[in-house]
């Protein structure tokens, strides 16, 4: 079960950084668990892009806004001064745009990442891409005891860093959350913590382990959705079945596929796979589904 704790931390992060999310729960008083640090640092200008920094929308149905320009598809996200992420950005986009986050432990970069699922969503969305080995050097070492913990700060700073530099663009709302190996049960355990905002998750190659009765009713509860598996056709069905049975009866719309990934990375044949899963994980949100138009 989460801890009170964990999740006033979580909302109390989303209320500052994607305003209009509500967490769908009950009310729980915090507990002694430290809250995590205030001086979260704003991003200045990385090595691999200099966009400008945006203010936030003041608007809840805001106009068209100014071109979102990009020097580059992938731009260097400074976290803190331990790390950094990649975010592949909606270039020249005239409206908000929803996220989606990947957590990787593939040993290619963040950037290879970053640009093999920007095939895979299409061209309108923000694509924030971080490696689970690294997460926990985003966040302040001496605060938590657990790794889980920093590795939960870290994405919390992230996401505070994104819209920092990004503002307007992003639209608010729930968001996406990929987790590939290592990082499939990093994101399992995040999206535990508030289900509403991580309403529809994908594991890849890992984390069905973390699916258990429990899990489920406690993430469908809380306004979990949609949940995509993807699985490793070399290894036994049987886990990643049982994970969408228990899902399925929880109430939360669920799908598996297996697919190859022996290269590490999502390439041709794998990314015009995965393409139409993904249009089914975030059907009924036509935030993901909107087009560009002046």
Sequence with gaps: ??????????????????????????????????????????????????????????????????????????????????????????????????????????????????????????????????????????????????EVDRREDGVRRALVALKAKYGAYLAPGPVVLVGTKEGAPVAAAIARQEPSFFSRLVLVHGGYERWSPTYGATYAARGGRRLLLVWDPSRPPSEVERAVQLARHSRIEARSMALDLSGGTFEGRSVEQLAPEFRWLVGGDSRFLEQESG
């Design 1 to 146: 079960m989460a801890l009170p704790g964990v999740r006033v931390v979580w909302r109390v992060a989303i209320a500052a950084v994607f305003a209009g999310v509500g967490c769908g729960c009950e009310r729980e008083q915090p507990s002694s668990r430290p809250a995590p640090p205030a001086d979260v640092p704003r991003v200045g200008a990385g090595p691999v892009s200099r966009d400008p920094v945006v203010p936030p929308s003041q608007s809840s149905t805001p106009a068209l806004l100014p071109p979102l320009g990009s020097e580059t598809d992938l731009v260097e996200l400074r976290v803190s001064e331990a790390g950094s992420g990649i975010v592949s950005v909606p270039r020249n986009s005239l409206r908000p745009r929803p996220l989606v986050v990947v957590i990787h432990g593939e040993p290619s970069s963040s950037e290879q990442q970053c640009a093999s699922w920007r095939r895979i969503v299409g061209p309108n969305l923000f694509v924030l891409c971080l490696r689970a080995a690294t997460l926990a050097e985003l966040s302040k070492a001496h605060l938590y005891y657990f």
